[in-house]
């Protein structure tokens, strides 16, 4: 008995022991959590002084811009790239006097939007799914302000873009009112999708972005199926490319300011014809078409777009489906060339055209990256095309040189009015009145236009067989035959083609 009352007291006194071990090492963890919090505290509190200090700068910086610059803040004279600095300023200002602070994200809103038009309000519209997310669709986010939306973990298929010139409750809108849950389209039908648009998956919080990829975000910034309005995206947090490639701090950063609905094309070549990618109403250019986009999508009756699908076979180099479209063959395919691809990487550098393009598409995430998706305001240019872009476009199809003519058309084939309509020897007035551009010289007073050309397509000697005049497209044509191709005489086409023929 004796022997197990001594065992029974040794035990109690292990026991106690490792108690009285258990608590000292659980104040130990305590206090060494305390002093690492108290650490983080202070880091944060220099982060923010840093911070403050920088955004004090930006503002005296901004202030001292514009103040030296209100006049020619809104001169129409300002080059591209003023404006872009302008624009991209502002943006900087209104970052500035929001005291936009990472460390102050909310961890469950993942997505901060911030309207960077001065001017007037956005309204968001976002789905997620067949449905929405937990915001409440069409979110108004007044002028140089912001709005933080909810993006729990697996919140899949989301997208967001913006509307504006909306009524009170957001809808009504003259742009981006394109559909979705919750949202009623005016009277002319729903606007085609082409907006501008932040898509996204959002993965499981605090897991690792792993093989697994139950961490991980997707997120897709591109203008494949066309765009709206300016817009920059911020990322702040480790993502990798569709090659897998880790993004760069200074690639994290995408500056769509320049985008402007002025320069979409009017003109493109799709197919084998020549369409207009402006989605137009009213008299107003409201959104910009892709190429796939024009020919697929049939809101606002836009009839090129009947019975027509991605997958018709004079339509897969432009959209390209996988199946049954490699990415190397739709690469090399004419999309690559098109005038709206090659308008974006003026205006849009590094962002995707096309699929499978070059430029910055499809992101993979860790889940804790933020995301600040920033618009500017909409520009509504008239639709009448100025005539500095159809000499603009002349200029981009100057053939290769030196040149001898190979392609041709005879006296009288259809060819491209001066306002993009189409005219042949059968019907030889463009609808401006002026005479048909592939009109021979020789019957020019037998016409009965009320107006010259404004346009040529042959040569004054009536030579057969021309390099002009290709159905659908401007391209410069020899003076007096198939021997010339030297710049030259090229320039001399141009600019016989540029002045009526008398």
């Not at 109403?281 to 986009?293: A, E, F, R, T």
């Not at 308008?343 to 393009?357: H, I, N, S, W």
């Not at 305001?377 to 000499?391: H, N, Q, R, S, Y």
Request: net charge negative; aromatic share 6%; glycine share 8%.
């Amino acid at each position: 008995m004796a022997g197990a009352r001594n065992a029974e007291l040794e035990g109690m006194k292990e026991t106690e022991a490792r108690k009285q071990h258990a608590e000292e090492l659980s104040q130990s963890l305590l206090q060494a959590s305390r002093k690492a919090e108290q650490q983080k505290r202070r880091e944060q509190r220099a982060l923010g002084e840093k911070t403050r200090d920088q955004i004090q700068m930006v503002k005296d910086v901004a202030r001292s811009f514009f103040s030296s610059s209100k006049k020619l803040r809104y001169s129409p004279a300002m080059t591209p790239h003023l404006s872009c600095a302008l624009w991209a300023l502002s943006v900087a200002a209104a970052t500035a006097s929001n005291e936009f602070l990472v460390p102050n994200w909310v961890p469950s809103k993942r997505l901060r939007i911030r309207n960077a038009c001065q001017s007037e309000p956005v309204w968001i519209a976002h789905m997620a799914g067949q449905g929405i997310g937990p915001d409440l669709q069409n979110v108004k986010i007044e002028a140089n302000s912001m709005w933080d939306f909810v993006t729990p973990s697996n919140l899949s298929s989301t997208r967001y873009w913006p509307k504006f010139r909306c009524d009170d409750r957001g809808n009504g809108c003259l742009i981006g009112e394109s559909g979705g849950p919750v949202q009623a389209c005016g009277q002319e039908g729903c606007a085609p999708p082409v907006d501008t648009k932040f898509e996204a998956t959002f993965g499981v919080q605090a897991e690792a972005c792993n093989g697994e990829q139950k961490g991980c975000d997707w997120v897709d910034i591109s203008l494949v199926d066309g765009f709206t309005v300016p817009f920059e995206l911020s990322i702040h947090g480790t993502c990798y490319n569709g090659s897998g490639t880790l993004i760069q701090d200074s690639q994290k950063h995408i500056d769509c300011s320049g985008l402007d609905l002025y320069h979409c094309p009017a003109f493109e070549d799709v197919a084998g014809d020549t369409v207009d990618l402006r989605a137009t109403m009213g008299g107003k250019v409201l959104g910009c078409y892709s190429p796939c986009s024009k020919m697929t999508l049939r809101q606002w009756d836009n009839d090129l777009a009947v019975g027509r699908s991605p997958k018709d076979h004079d339509l897969l180099p432009y959209c390209c489906p996988t199946p049954p479209v490699s990415p190397e063959e739709c690469k090399a395919g004419p999309i690559r060339s098109t005038e709206y691809v090659q308008t974006l990487k003026r205006m849009c550098p590094g962002v995707y055209g096309f699929a499978y393009d070059d430029g910055m598409g499809l992101l993979r995430c860790d889940s804790s990256t933020k995301y600040l998706f920033t618009v500017g305001c909409p520009k509504t240019p008239d639709v009448g095309i100025p005539d500095e872009l159809i000499a603009k476009r002349k200029l981009w199809r100057l053939p290769p040189l030196p040149s001898v003519p190979t392609k041709g058309c005879h006296i009288g084939a259809v060819a491209i009015c001066p306002d993009g309509g189409r005219c042949s020897a059968e019907s030889p007035c463009c609808s401006d009145g002026s005479l048909c551009p592939s009109w021979g010289a020789m019957e020019d007073a037998s016409a009965g236009c009320p107006q010259p050309k404004r346009l040529t397509c042959v040569a004054e000697t009536s030579w057969p067989s021309l390099d002009m005049c290709e159905v659908g497209d401007f391209v410069p044509c020899p003076v007096s035959g198939p021997q010339l191709g030297t710049r030259v005489a090229l320039t001399a086409a141009l600019v016989l083609q540029q002045q009526p023929v008398s």
